[in-house]
């Protein structure tokens, strides 16, 4: 049976028709995950600094504040209601509405209620990998918020969230939270092979800690200047030899030839038979290449979930 969809919710997500909200929803965002940033304790290749897919939008998790960590807060953005919320461990938050609010308000508007229930942040209010013209505190010109894309876009987040879980599921080393890294505002789960890399000297330190490890890495971005759609992809680091000569599939999978990135447009995922079986077949063949490439040893990484994990799936067919 032909999996539907629309009726899994899989809406067409064309980034020129909503480009303006998702780079005003980026800098949200972005502002967001520099107040992690700055009061969570460190984690490895910067773990502390994403932000989660939930039920209804995206959220930092609990943040620590006061003395020793005594406190908690949160930032929540409910996608499902263009609206963002800060939630304290002992009944205290306050929220607003997202509707074309401008960036620079948006980043008043959180400072402020932060800072009344007692949270004391500063952040570097340059955006990280994005245009340079605005500061974050000072962007007016970024602040549209379709609701009707901002709900599309949670709906795909929903299902890759899923999908990047039950993946995850099928490994046995270590492997990363499925998290959102707002500089480049992708969705990533990664595998690690346990070996240590050797990195160039004068890497930058973002780079050392990030790739301190040997990783394969998968993820799904709503498309930028450089890939105009919304895509899955995955790439070895570092790149072993031979890692293009492996095969993807399904057959709408490539490799770009500027570098070993693997490619799957969201689009050919979303219109196939079975959307969920085609982005795992991809991720499969990703990582297959990457594996068989770098020399790990895939069986005594492999997983073997129970049979009513297979039987999900089957409900989807």
Not at 44 to 56: E, K, M
Not at 131 to 160: C, I, M, N, P, S
Not at 280 to 286: I, V
Request: hydrophobic share 35%.
């Amino acid at each position: 049976m032909r999996e539907n969809p629309m009726a899994w919710g899989l809406p067409p997500l064309p980034l020129d028709d909503w480009e303006e909200t998702k780079e005003t929803l980026h800098r949200y965002c972005q502002i967001a995950g520099k107040v992690r940033m700055e009061l969570s304790p460190f984690k490895n290749h910067w773990w502390h600094v994403t932000l989660y897919v939930t039920a209804r939008g995206l959220s930092t998790g609990p943040i620590p504040y006061g003395p020793y960590g005594s406190a908690t807060f949160e930032i929540y953005f409910d996608l499902l209601e263009n609206k963002l919320a800060v939630t304290t461990g002992d009944k205290g938050g306050f929220s607003f509405a997202l509707d074309d609010l401008p960036v620079a308000e948006f980043y008043r508007r959180l400072f402020d209620g932060l800072r009344s229930l007692g949270v004391e942040a500063t952040i570097n209010t340059r955006p990280f990998e994005l245009d340079g013209e605005y500061a974050l505190d000072k962007d007016t010109f970024h602040r549209a918020l379709e609701q009707e894309y901002v709900r599309r876009y949670h709906r795909v987040l929903l299902w890759v969230d899923g999908v990047f879980k039950t993946f995850a599921g099928r490994f046995s080393g270590k492997t990363s939270p499925v998290q959102l890294f707002w500089h480049s505002f992708d969705l990533a789960v990664t595998r690690f092979s346990g070996k240590q890399v050797s990195l160039p000297e004068g890497t930058d330190p973002v780079t050392r800690e990030a790739y301190s490890h040997e990783v394969i890495s998968f993820g799904f971005w709503p498309g930028d200047a450089g890939v105009r759609e919304p895509a899955f992809y995955s790439y070895t680091a570092p790149e072993p030899e031979g890692l293009t000569e492996h095969p993807l599939s399904p057959g709408a999978a490539s490799w770009l030839p500027e570098g070993g990135l693997a490619l799957l447009p969201y689009e050919e995922a979303r219109n196939s038979a079975s959307p969920t079986r085609t982005l795992l077949e991809f991720m499969e063949s990703a990582y297959g290449a990457g594996a068989k490439s770098a020399g790990w040893d895939i069986e005594a990484l492999r997983t073997h979930p129970p049979a009513r994990e297979a039987a999900k799936l089957d409900q989807h067919d």
